[in-house]
């Protein structure tokens, strides 16, 4: 599975922790990026309205917070699109 979802988050945070777990999960291949040590993905996620940890990018599709059900969606699409 292609690797077009990338989490942005930060270190002791827990809804980070259950993001990249349930990605785990699923089998999910996604780059993780710690804000407190990229200053540009910091400036990244807060020029697309965000102020919170974590925040998933999926090609236009975006959000912030654990997102159990979007996880899973965004994963089952990645899966269909690789099989057609």
């Known amino acids: 599975m292609p ?3 990338t989490v942005y988050s930060k270190p002791n945070c827990v809804q980070c922790d259950a ?3 349930k990605l785990d ?3 999910a291949t996604y780059v993780k990026v710690d804000v407190t ?3 540009e993905a910091l400036e990244t996620i807060r020029a697309i309205g965000y102020s919170q940890a974590p925040v998933v990018v999926a090609g236009e599709d ?3 917070g654990y997102r159990p059900h979007r996880i899973e969606e965004l994963v089952a699409d990645a899966q269909e699109a690789v099989e057609s």
């Open 25 to 27: 999960q699923l089998g």
């Open 3 to 5: 690797s077009d979802i």
């Open 62 to 64: 975006h959000w912030s």
């Open 19 to 21: 993001t990249v777990r």
């Open 37 to 39: 040590e990229d200053i």
